[in-house]
């Protein structure tokens, strides 16, 4: 059984220019930021990628999302975060949770934030025509969505029962602005329970669906919530996000994500991490984000670089684990896979290939969340161990080839296995180094390299695979376990194995 | 020289269309399903079992992008396959009986069995695992085999499909196929929408264009003359020392593989990190100036295009005085020469005026062939130095597999390598007379 | 056998440079043995009950190391990133890194050591394929030409229908049976080409025009730039290993080849002496292998050389680039590739490029050498 290990990513975080004052806007300060890959898509509700996220953010709000630092939901727009309710509506009981928008939360033209707008976005996700596909499956239980009569900022939202996650995917949706896709409100007007019925696939619902799938780089949305707007883009080359006068969010200076210190943001488009280094010693860049831990290291070691640089190790939830395959012949035996943990040595993956900046956890679960269970054992490096571990299971070399083999349903078999990586520079070196220690005690490993499509759709999908490594990026949200689209295949498969054992 | 010219232009299109054949061949053969990036783009993720939401998804893109028409105007295949296979919807089901089907089973009774026994997916009565065992498998036994007897009638009503012989059939499409619509869109002058942000294809390459063609055309600018001046002087004044370093200099530099020496040049003379000395050449990475024009903002970054400008016309230049000077040398001795000379002209008249022309000719086609070369084989060197041209923009849509934006770009190379040698035979057989008329 | 002594003498002639036959003695012995020069199992084991070669330590107690005693892959994990200057925590003088480690620990002088095999290899290969497939062309283009072979009406209807049988049952088979009509397919096509008469046109019969076909894949192949076609082929068509790159590459190649060898072909064909063989009667394959090849097969060699270093050189960049190449394989440019993720080690992405360079610098001069040769310079 493989021990699962968590890495934290080293992001490099410089700041070069001044922003120790809070609260006030400073004039005429630019700032460069380096992304890695163009994210394509900037919407608040259509862009599947974080990195998409990380740009629309400062263009639309949402009404609450997850503090960076104390890990729990924080408001934005609304004034505080809602408990929930059981409550019996039309003899149906019910979850409701009750929000009111900020009094003074306006759109950028003036028009204040209500209710209508979050209705508008949730009709919208729930619409069939509409392209938010991954937004959908968090509103499964979403009954109904209520205006206050006397105060439209106030909303309450039914759901019929408490699912883990109904709150924040109540809540951290972007808002779109009703008055301009939807000035004659008919979207909204849609009852939630009634909204897959044909009658609202006709073209006046279509074409303001349409709209908003077309608008995917915010070209028809001239209204924001936040205080930035996308005043130019270049594809693969950049975004420039421009301030825009005033921002209803500085009446807020204690909430972080209300915040706007520079008049403009430059992203650039970077993809190689040299060329971000080398832009970022002539300083043609401000905030850089390095994937690579060996050249944050090597940057930290420089003096020169130190002086005008500050540097940044945020938590990020990525997790990498290798995947065993047990319904293999091989690997369907118990010890093999004892030995092959035996053989893996996390340690030196965390200290040599990310310079220590990882943790090695139990489990496919981060250490700040509370289920996490601290009393699993780590298995350790161990060769000779493995080596009896693969004695006693009947391994032996009988051809001095330096390869194990043992006798399977009457032929004789080579303890070799071939582990599919995706090529990236962590899991070749891991699997480089993984290759090696293997060696030490008689197992053969090849590697083959693939692209991830590939991978999934010809080894992965069907089971057609020994080991593999690979990674997956959690969130500070409770981790739900039955949901297919924050596990893969292969990792059930590894859950299972855990509890069996 | 009418016929020759108008011979010549007529096999062009030939040529183009087998290529665009080709090419939408290789992309129909590829093992990625386009429709399952497309919705991985959109954030939906596939899994093993379509349900729900995802089903309905993928068959709205897929009927909108056209897929469940044939491929091509015919096809010509063994009796018992379906007419269409894209007909299907479901990708579950197509590609399980595209599998069985392969095997030797009649495809008109294959298809109904499996769109049967994929909507028992689910279904807590069947025994499950055996179902996903024989999808994943695409083996009847699977299912004859199993234990479950609803499994076990289809397994058997499967078997007895199986074909022993199989005759070829010819099947005609006519024009609803996808070549035909890809193609006529073409002609029309729509390469279709990227697929990772929907924006017009023809506007991301004429964009990666602009900054590939100034890279190209100032390679050229340089290296040409720059060549030719070179071979000139070499061949004058064979004896000098300075020419003979040159030379030799020019011999080693022309093996230096492009991407290790900007490796090189990025890493140690971009900045001061070794030595303030060492701090020769501006820096890589493209400055924003985002109210100018595209023209403009090129301009404006001339200064970090020294650098791959001088990567790649090194290179070349290398190349183009060795073979120049050779041809040169090899004019020298033809019988032309000797009768100038013995006319009484000074020597650096009769290289000049009478070798080098001469040595020139074939000199044109390399010209231009280089137009197409620059173009295309400035990939790595894009890579490295974070330009976004023609070049890094195919390597980036072959990774994430963005076939629109490939085609495009292949078509357009394509293109200019033909007209370009087409006007390279034409350069030719105008300037030699012997040609225009064998 | 006489086309060999003819090459043999001709590279005797050529003059190559005493430092030139220095670099092709070294860089085939390395590349050859290159198991025994850098490895970390025993040369040879000294214990009389397992005597062997390359036998790992694990297996023999007392035997002949080899003089770098780390291969390729091997990882030492004390000595992670030290440069060739570096002081370096070692057992003996014989295990010290003379050209530094990379970030995981593997010995850079064993890696260049891998990589010339990789290398030798590939072009070796490569220009083998390129060889064989660009000689069928030209054989069939510039030999038989358009009016070469004459097949008769009669035969050509009756071929025309087996050849599309033989065809589309090899696609739509399996098995043994693909098989058994592959070998048809072959068997039939060996008939046709029996049955017609070369360049003897006869009533009722028609030349297949070979030198059109060919010259219309030639320019198909010409129009599709190199970088792309081998970053459709690798980039898309995934499963690296070796042979992927090599039916690329040398597929890349065989149109030179074929365009040099025809144009000689066609000037050697109309000579005289290949008249009056075939007037004694020589067969056209005998006439083209003693006379034709080895007078045409001079300018080939050039492209032979330039091959081996065009191989070498697109070998190295698709590694530079991550694509198509096995990931645990060490090779020259796998190894630059290290060093653009760790610039501060200079020496990972120095010495590899060194060796890039001389080896394409060797095999283009002597590119060079056999075309001044050839010309009598």
Known sequence: ?501 | MRAYLIKRILLVFPLLITVSVLAFMISKAVPQDQVESILELRGLDDSTAYDGNEKEEYIKVYKKLKYDLPNFYFSIIPAHYPDNINKILNPQIRNTSNRIIKQNYQSDKVIPIITEITSLQGDKSINQSDLNKFFRSADPAVLVNSNDVILHKFGLQLSKTKVKWFLPKVVWHGLQNQYHNWFSSILKGSFGNSMVDGSPVIKRVKQALLWTLSLALCTIFFAYPLAILLASFINLYPNSYFFKVISQFLYFTHSIPTFWMATMLVMYFTTDDYGTWTNIFPSVGINIYPDKSLITQIYYNSHKLILPIVCTTLHSLAFLTRILSRSIHDQLSQPYITTAYSKGLSRKNVILKHALPNALIPFITLFVASFPVALSGSVITEVIFNIPGLGRLFYNSITVADWNVTFCVLTFIATVTVISYLIGDFLYAWINPKIRFS | MKSLGNISGFIKRMGLSRWQITFITAFLFIGIFHNFLANEDLIVCYEKSKIGILVPLSVCNSGLPAPIPYSANYIDKFNRNVGPFDKQEIASIHHRHWLGTGPLGRDILAGLIHGSWVALYIGFYTVLFSLLIGIFFAFISGYIGDHGLYISKGNILLSIPLLFITVFYTLYTEGLIRWSFLLLLCVSLFLIVKSGRLFIPRKESYAIPFDLIVQRLLEIMQTIPDIFFLLIMLGVFSSDNWFNIIFAISFLRWPSVTRYLRAEILKVKEENFILSARSIGQSEWKIFTNYVLPLSLSPVLVSCAFAFAYAILVESALSFLGIGVPADQVTWGSLINLAKHNFSSWWIAFFPGILIYVTVLFFNSLGDKIDDSIRGL
């Open chain 1, 1 to 501: 059984m493989k021990n699962i290990f968590l890495y934290l990513f080293g992001i490099l975080l410089f700041v070069s220019c001044n922003s120790d004052n809070k609260g006030t806007l400073i004039q005429e300060s630019e700032i460069n930021i380096r992304i890695s890959k163009d994210p394509y898509v900037v919407h608040p509700i259509l862009s599947p990628t974080s990195r998409g996220r990380l740009i629309s953010q400062y263009i639309f709000k949402p009404l609450a999302d997850y503090h960076p630092v104390t890990m729990e939901l924080h408001p934005i727009l609304i004034e505080n975060i809602p408990v929930g309710k059981n409550e019996i509506v039309n003899g149906e009981k019910v979850v409701s949770y009750t929000f009111t928008i900020k009094k003074d939360a306006i759109w950028s033209d003036g028009k204040p934030i209500t209710g209508l707008d979050y209705m508008h976005t949730i009709k919208t996700v729930l619409h069939p025509q509409s392209n938010a596909i991954a937004w959908r499956p968090y509103f499964e239980f979403l009954k109904d969505i209520k205006i206050d009569p006397s105060n439209n900022k106030t909303i309450t939202v039914y759901y019929d029962r408490s699912y883990m996650l109904s709150l924040e995917a109540a809540l951290t949706a972007e808002l779109l602005p009703s008055h301009i896709s939807d000035p004659e409100q008919l979207l909204i007007n849609i009852p939630v329970s009634d909204i897959t019925n044909p009658i609202y696939g006709d073209s006046t619902y279509t074409t303001i669906i349409n709209n908003i799938n077309n608008s995917k780089n915010l070209k028809l949305n001239v209204v924001q919530s936040g205080p930035y707007e996308i005043s130019h883009y270049e594809p693969d080359l950049y975004y420039v996000l421009q301030r825009k006068e005033n921002y209803w969010g500085l009446n807020y200076p204690d909430n972080p994500f209300l915040q706007a210190y520079p008049e403009k943001m430059n992203f650039k488009v970077v993809p190689d991490d040299m060329t971000a280094v080398t832009m970022a010693k002539e300083e043609s860049l401000d905030f850089v984000e390095l994937s690579e831990s060996n050249v944050f290291m090597d940057l930290k070691e420089d003096s020169t670089f130190n002086e005008k640089w500050r540097f940044h190790v945020p938590q990020t939830m990525l997790f990498y684990y290798m995947a065993i395959n047990n319904k293999h012949e091989i690997l369907g035996d118990k010890n093999v896979r004892k030995a092959l943990a035996h053989l893996t040595d996390v340690e030196d993956y965390i200290q040599n290939i990310n310079y220590g900046l990882g943790v090695r956890t139990t489990g496919p679960f981060h250490p700040v969340k509370k289920y996490y269970n601290n009393n699993l054992s780590e298995i350790k490096l161990d060769i000779p161990k493995a080596k009896s571990i693969l004695k006693n299971a009947g391994w032996f070399d009988t051809n001095n080839d330096g390869i194990l083999d043992k006798e399977i349903d009457g032929n004789k078999k080579d303890l070799t296995l071939t582990m599919h990586i995706t090529g990236s520079t962590i899991s070749k070196s891991i699997a480089i180094l993984f290759q090696e220690t293997t060696k030490q005690a008689g197992v053969k490993l090849n590697i083959v390299t693939k692209s991830y499509k590939v991978m999934k759709k010809e080894n992965l999908s069907n089971f057609n695979f020994d080991l593999t490594l690979s990674a997956i990026s959690t969130d500070t949200a409770p981790d739900d376990i039955a949901d297919k689209e924050t596990l893969s295949v292969t990792l059930t498969l590894l859950l299972m194995a855990l509890l069996i054992l």
